[in-house]
């Protein structure tokens, strides 16, 4: 269940650079947002859904996904606290439905822009299409990145570089993590990265307990995030 909300801009502390916004179109934009609150796990976003507003995030995290016609799913970006959907951002701009699907991972809190407004601002504000196109340039960068590992890096380095960023945000501290949520990640099945986990474990960096990979040896991890010498 989501509880919206309209009217005031309380939300705007997530997001400086909008702090700056005061023509006509940018605070009507503003000021005719709803806010939503979701709860973790919810769908927000279905592929083939018409998009209908400019969605940002104020709280939580929001995960963006690609799903195959076989059910795989591969992670495409997340949305943070202070950040927007690049999805609707580009499914708006071209008139087109939802490309993708969109899910919170915690509880969230959303700010939905209607299209008319989002569209008004976007061609009459400067300070709000600054601040669009300057978060749509920097996502663009990450999902290049991302199109650029799946392409050219082997599995088993993308999921070496998982874990270690993983480890690296849990201080060390026992990674709470089921091999189907690596899989999702890395756009893998459970089987393969259950078989990669297993062969890490030998090799010494990591230990497997039940819904849990303990970190052995960091320096061993990191090496395996090495490709050998050509």
């Not at 708006?92 to 899910?103: D, E, I, N, Q, V």
């Not at 008319?116 to 601002?121: G, I, K, M, T, V």
Request: net charge neutral; hydrophobic share 45%.
């Amino acid at each position: 269940m989501n509880t919206p909300a309209a009217g005031g801009t309380t939300w705007l502390t997530a997001f400086p650079g909008l702090a700056s916004v005061k023509d006509a179109s940018g605070m009507a934009a503003l000021q005719a947002a709803h806010v939503h609150q979701f709860p973790a796990g919810a769908e927000i976003v279905h592929s083939g859904d018409p998009c209908q507003s400019f969605i940002l995030l104020s709280r939580g995290v929001l995960r963006v996904y690609e799903a195959g016609e076989s059910g795989r799913e591969i992670v495409l970006y997340r949305v943070r606290a202070g950040e927007l959907c690049v999805l609707t951002l580009t499914n708006l701009m071209a008139s087109t439905a939802y490309s993708a699907g969109a899910k919170a991972e915690e509880d969230i809190e959303v700010v939905m822009i209607p299209m008319s407004h989002f569209q008004d601002a976007l061609s009459n504000s400067d300070t709000f299409r600054t601040f669009v196109i300057s978060t749509l340039s920097r996502r663009m960068g990450e999902v290049m990145a991302l199109v650029e590992q799946v392409a050219f890096q082997r599995l088993d380095l993308r999921l070496a570089c998982l874990l270690g960023d993983l480890f690296s945000r849990s201080q060390g501290a026992p990674l709470v993590v089921t091999h189907q949520a690596l899989a999702l990640e890395l756009g893998s099945t459970r089987e393969v990265v259950s078989r990669m986990l297993k062969e890490f474990e030998r090799s010494g960096c990591i230990r497997l307990r039940r819904g849990q990979i303990e970190l052995l040896s960091h320096e061993t991890l990191a090496r395996l995030t090495c490709p050998p010498a050509a």
